[in-house]
């Protein structure tokens, strides 16, 4: 997963398709690849590291090269490392395919093109669409290179961006979008592809944004798209005119808001293979048995900042399913601490970097411990990846705004599916509720598509509140631990004071600082304890402070709320992760209103590498 672009036309292929590749480098990767046809044959140059990297190979580009693929790797399955980059090759090493995406399957797929004679290179899931792609060649010899491919694709269960070279046409490139952006830019003379615009603004502003389903044949006379029975599909072309900064950003002002619009993708990602339809979890990176998920008699997660709130998020479900006591742990105390851990232990590490020193010290004196260690990661090759007993890796691909929403979101999710995944194979006594959550999870992204249509009311919200001079953010059960996060999220890019409250402590010392002026976001999504919360803010609302409540879209308007935002409604346990998206959304809005610095908030670093 992370970056594609490609070019077809009458300049340097190489060149061109290493400098967009440049133009993609803020969305962070690992290493970087290309493939393109010279003298009569394929060539794939790969370098880990840094596109530089890959550029001294190339040192003297043949100029006559007109056709090039190029990829930037995140790594998503198997480390970072040169064999794993893309482009990845077929036996023969006549076809090469770049990839965005996740293929589902490729473990059965794998072993079936595995049994069938083919030999893999990498740990990639990648390299399985290249070894089918032979496959199809060779099955079906008369047919046309697009439909070799297209008919390769139907074995495929998952997201794909792809492009594909093959020696035996040698001026044509393929591609093919399902789940996964790409895009084709229209110059003179000369066609461009990309997995976002702004790798192309530099040659063209003419683009053409492929659907899912849509497949492409590009050869310097054409670019023709088809569906996969291959029926011609009609795409205009639409005029970009953004300058160069908002391009990087997908046309958003900030980093963090584009990583909030990506909050639904990153939950189908999340979730993307590890669950059946009938609800079935399936973790393969975590290989214990039955026996060892049922040896752990105590856990613990651990993290920092975002990530230590998705694991007090996620707590009362673990709790819930496993009938354990969880505990969740600040690193930085958690590292100083004397834990009375042992073999009976499982301490789960939350990061998304895997990088926070912090985190990592936690995780080296948990082993000490004899604990078993997990860590629930984003960027697959980083420390807290490589070191930890075993990794469930989130899938929420690169962040690069300091203030962490989409990553968020999938930690919570990651924990649900663990939660699952450790119930059902230590036989917890728990059937019901895990029934129950597994029909629930899958209809996160479709509910996250709804708290994002809130933004318009979020944003009038943020107008109404952005002169507060201090924030109370209260709720009880799970939505104490929503309420901590957002106060995080407001304090770190508007700069105003914010505090998390369980909402039953207002009384014990915080009303105090009730007054007008003073704003207070009132969670109230959890349904047993809706009154008591109602009662609370009315506490707040009688000290002249302003009350904003956010409550499910079945509940009767309180008469406590100056402003009200009304959620999708779901089960208790998936409200997290529902209430935290308008929550990112107006703590963006209120520092855009502030005219604050979002992604680059002052004093704060994106990975804490030191202590
Ligand atoms: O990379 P990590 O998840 O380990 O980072 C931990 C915290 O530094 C991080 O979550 C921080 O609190 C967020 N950037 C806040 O938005």
Known sequence: MCGITGYLGYRSAIQISIANLKRLEYRGYDSAGLAYMYNGKLQVLKAEGRIANLEQLTQQPPQEVGMAIAHTRWATHGPPCTANSHPHADCSGDIAVVHNGIIENYALLQTRLTEAGHTFQSETDTETIAHLIEEAMSLMPDAD???????????????????????????????????????????????????????????????????????????????????????IQNRTAMYVDWDDQSAEKGGFEHFMLKEIHEGPRTMRDTLRGRMSEAGTISLPDLPLTNAQWASYRNVTIIGCGTAYHAGFAARRMLEQLLQRQVDVQV?????????????????????????????????????????????????VGSSLAREADMRLITQAGPEIGVASTKAYLAQVAALQLLGLHMAASAHAPTAMLQQQMSSAL???????????????????????LAHCSCFFFLGRGYDYATALEAALKLKEISYIHAEAYPAGEMKHGPLALVEPGVATVGLCTQKNLRDKMISNL??????????????????????????????????????????????????????????????????????????
Not at 179 to 207: C, F, K, N, W
Not at 336 to 354: A, F, H, K
Request: contains cysteine; glycine residues 4%.
């Open 442 to 464: 899958p209809m996160l992204p479709a509910l996250l598509e709804r708290c994002l249509t809130l933004e318009p009311q979020v944003k009038e919200l943020a107008a109404h």
């Open 331 to 379: 690193a930085s105390e958690f590292r100083y601490s004397s834990p009375i851990l042992n073999q009976e232990s499982l301490v789960i590490l939350i990061s998304q970097s895997g990088e926070t020193a912090d985190t990592l010290a936690a995780m080296r004196l948990a082993k000490q411990k004899g604990a078993a260690t997990l860590g629930v990661v984003n960027v």
């Open 538 to 611: 009315k506490e707040v609302k009688a000290r002249g402070g302003t009350v904003l409540v956010l409550q499910r879209e079945t509940d009767v308007q309180p008469d406590c709320a100056d402003y009200l935002l009304t959620l999708p409604d779901a089960p208790d346990f998936l409200m997290p992760i529902i209430a935290m998206l308008p929550l990112q959304l107006l703590a963006y809005h209120v520092a855009l209103q502030r005219g604050c610095a979002i992604d680059q908030p002052r004093n704060l670093a994106k990975s804490v590498t030191v202590e």
């Open 145 to 231: 290179f697009a439909e070799q491919v297209r008919t390769a694709l139907k074995h495929i269960e998952g997201s794909y961006a792809i492009a594909v070279l093959c020696k035996k046409y040698p001026d044509t490139i393929f591609v093919a979008r399902q789940d996964s952006p790409l895009i084709i830019g229209h110059g003179e003379q000369e066609t461009l592809i990309a997995s976002d615009i702004p790798a192309v603004m530099q040659y063209t502003r003419r683009v053409t944004v492929l659907q899912d389903g849509d497949c492409a044949i590009i050869t310097p006379q054409s670019v023709v798209i088809t569906n996969h029975a291959g029926e």
